[in-house]
């Protein structure tokens, strides 16, 4: 938050655009909204009664895709401006703008909320032996809060995360060991090897537990480690779709089906290893350095929460995390001459491919977290960050009332040329103070961890999984794209629409 206020401070168009905005509406109060325009005469396509404008998305008749949620706001903001009203079911409000949505979240409650997991809600809500409530993800106002508070001290604070350096690259210098023993070949997908991966980190990390997902049995689909990777994809997949529809509310529709058995299985796992850590080890277990373990050091912890949050990791860490480092590993693969750079700046900080890395040298590798804000710019897991407006909110000159659903829409914003120079190509640089090719991007442009108290809790630690890995990849192989340019598929989040096609070349450095 520090950097973000003195990089706002330095960008004098943007302090006087956010002062201006927020003033008014702070100043306009009920008695000037008459002032402000109705929400109705916001740009959009043509909404109907009861239907709204979801006939757009209906095969045949509509043009759009909600597979493609990336292209159907493309084609919003080619039609239709920087602003852009929608009404698929609920009242939606596209914000294209980053001095918009700069806006739209200086004047966030200071309980945000999203509309989103209502189904998965709706499933942990009726199963109240098994939850106290709807989990991090779901839950909005005060309950989200009292479980946000409880455990983002033990996810966000450097120190914390920096404790888990040494057995992340543990984990990811087996990986490396697994890719050159049993030498895998371009024609297969990458991604489902990353998935694996990360799911053998965040065990280690967050339950002190190790998946061994690469061991021979563990191939099987019916092995833990398979069905807890297609659990977490079967629980984010259909999110979306659940909150758009209502049937699964009058039964129960084959995707509800899908969601609340993916559920029951991340469940299942996740209370085994809670009941095996309470009864068989001591709380105060020293060495285990886990969020778990800090976790059930914590005075007056409900298990119910602890478990919901376990969950909430399985769920919310292995596809968003094996996505990003698929776009990192496409765009250094695609530049050679960025790729070289990383090894130049990784060979400097290990001098030997089997150095230890630690918390240092992951500071130090500055080249590398470039490419990562770069990759993430160009390809975010979420086209945006959405909002439920909890008051009635003004935005140029709009009345945006209390209830509407806001999306940000970063991915396209960051794309565009009036926001960055020469948007489509990969280039670490813009990011990288001191360079000549250094652009003052403005600070809302790209959220691909959301924003303010309810932005993505595990930030630091998916950034460190993410730039350990490449460290040790680049280290160890000159990486070459093989497959076609990847376009995204929107299930929530943003998966490469084709397979990760990548050959791993030995370097002898
Ligand atoms: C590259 C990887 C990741 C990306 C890009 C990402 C992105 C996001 C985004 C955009 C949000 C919504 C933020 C907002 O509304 O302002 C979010 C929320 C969340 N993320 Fe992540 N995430 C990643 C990895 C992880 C990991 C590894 C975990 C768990 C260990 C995690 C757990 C969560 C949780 C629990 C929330 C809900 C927070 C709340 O509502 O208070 N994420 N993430």
């Not at 493309?74 to 602003?83: A, D, E, V």
Request: net charge positive; hydrophobic share 35%.
């Amino acid at each position: 938050m520090l950097k973000l206020s003195k990089k706002i401070a330095n960008n004098r168009k943007c302090v006087s655009f956010v002062s201006n905005s927020a003033c008014s509406v702070k100043s306009n109060g009920v008695n000037e909204k008459g002032n402000l325009k109705p929400f109705e005469e916001i740009p959009g396509p043509k909404s109907y009664p009861v239907v709204g404008t979801l006939y757009k998305y209906a095969p045949f008749i509509g043009d759009y895709n909600a597979e493609a949620l990336d292209k159907t706001a493309w084609l919003n903001w080619r039609r239709y401006g920087s602003l852009v009203r929608e009404s698929p079911g609920v009242r939606v409000l596209h914000v294209y703008d980053p001095y918009d949505i700069e806006a739209v979240f200086r004047q966030d409650h200071r309980y945000p909320a999203r509309r989103s997991h209502v189904a998965m809600y709706h499933y942990r809500l009726n199963k109240p032996h098994v939850y106290n409530t709807g989990g991090l993800l779901s839950t909005n106002g005060p309950e989200w809060w009292r479980l946000r508070s409880t455990f983002q001290k033990n996810f966000t604070s450097p120190q914390s995360v920096k404790n888990h350096v040494e057995k992340t690259d543990n984990v990811i210098t087996e990986f490396v060991q697994w890719i050159k023993d049993s030498n895998i070949s371009h024609n297969e997908d990458f991604l489902p090897f990353l998935n694996r991966l990360n799911l053998e980190v965040i065990g280690t990390v967050a339950f002190n537990e190790r998946f061994r997902s690469f061991n021979p049995e563990e191939q099987d689909p019916n092995s833990r480690s398979s069905k807890c990777i297609k659990a977490a994809f079967g629980s984010n997949s259909g999110i979306m779709r659940l909150d758009k529809g209502f049937l699964w509310r009058l039964f129960q529709t084959p995707l509800y089906k899908t969601l609340a058995d993916s559920q029951e299985y991340l469940e299942k796992v996740a209370q085994k290893i809670l009941l095996e850590r309470v009864h068989f080890f001591d709380h105060d277990d020293e060495n285990d350095s886990s969020l778990l373990g800090y976790f059930l050091k914590q005075d007056n912890l409900d298990l119910k929460d602890v478990l919901g949050m376990m969950v909430d990791i399985m769920m919310a860490a292995i596809d968003t995390t094996s996505y990003s480092t698929s776009f990192c590993l496409y765009h250094i693969s695609r530049n050679p001459e960025v790729q070289q750079k990383v090894f130049d700046e990784i060979s400097a900080l290990l001098p030997t491919k089997d150095t230890k890395i630690n918390s240092c040298i992951v500071s130090k590798a500055v080249y590398v977290k470039s490419c990562i804000k770069e990759s993430l710019r160009l390809n975010p897991v979420s086209i945006g960050v959405g909002r439920l407006t909890q008051k009635d909110i003004a935005l140029k000159g709009y009345l945006i009332p209390e209830g509407t659903v806001i999306v940000t829409q970063n991915m396209v914003a960051s794309r565009l040329p009036q926001y960055v120079k020469d948007p489509l190509n990969f280039k670490p640089e813009r990011w990288l103070r001191g360079s000549e090719n250094y652009e003052n991007i403005h600070p809302f442009l790209s959220l691909p961890f959301g924003f303010g108290p309810r932005s993505c809790i595990a930030r630091r630690l998916a950034e460190q999984n993410i730039c350990i890995t490449l460290i040790r990849l680049i280290r160890e192989f000159n990486i070459k794209w093989m497959g076609d340019e990847l376009g995204v598929r929107t299930l929530l989040i943003n998966k490469p629409d084709k397979p990760v096609s990548l050959s791993f070349i030995p370097r002898n450095e």
